[in-house]
Nanobody, 121 residues
Framework: QVQLVESGGGLVQAGGSLRLSCTASGSTRIMGWFRQAPGKEREFVSAVFWSSGNTFYANSVKGRFTISRDNAKNTVYLQMNSLKVEDTAVYYC?????????????????WGQGTQVTVSS
């Protein structure tokens, strides 16, 4: 069992920045971030393969968001810059213990509690 603890959400104006953190209690192969806006399905945002450090992004956040990891702290970060109103959502950290389709929510075995990100105009 892997527990994920998230932090870092909040309210920010459009164009601003936020950094999300997610600390895992055990080893995983893939760490991902997903988000869900009201009335919409959960969607992939970004992922990092823990061993290789390879990173992946949704087209909607590419160039604005950066995912990184700290091996010593077993923590993954999502630095979000140039935030837009449409980035408003609950952001979830997720962990997969097997390799595979990093963009598919069903691939992930464990989920954080979610953290609200609200971007105002």
């Amino acid at each position: 069992q892997v527990q994920l603890v998230e932090s870092g959400g909040g309210l920010v104006q459009a164009g601003g920045s936020l950094r999300l953190s997610c600390t895992a209690s055990g080893s995983t192969r893939i760490m991902g971030w997903f988000r869900q806006a009201p009335g919409k399905e959960r969607e992939f945002v970004s992922a990092v393969f823990w061993s290789s450090g390879n990173t992946f992004y949704a087209n909607s956040v590419k160039g604005r968001f950066t995912i990184s990891r700290d091996n010593a702290k077993n923590t993954v970060y999502l630095q979000m810059n140039s935030l837009k109103v449409e980035d408003t959502a609950v952001y979830y950290c997720a962990a997969a213990i097997r390799g595979g389709s990093y963009y598919y929510a069903g691939q992930y075995d464990y989920w954080g509690q979610g953290t609200q990100v609200t971007v105002s105009s």
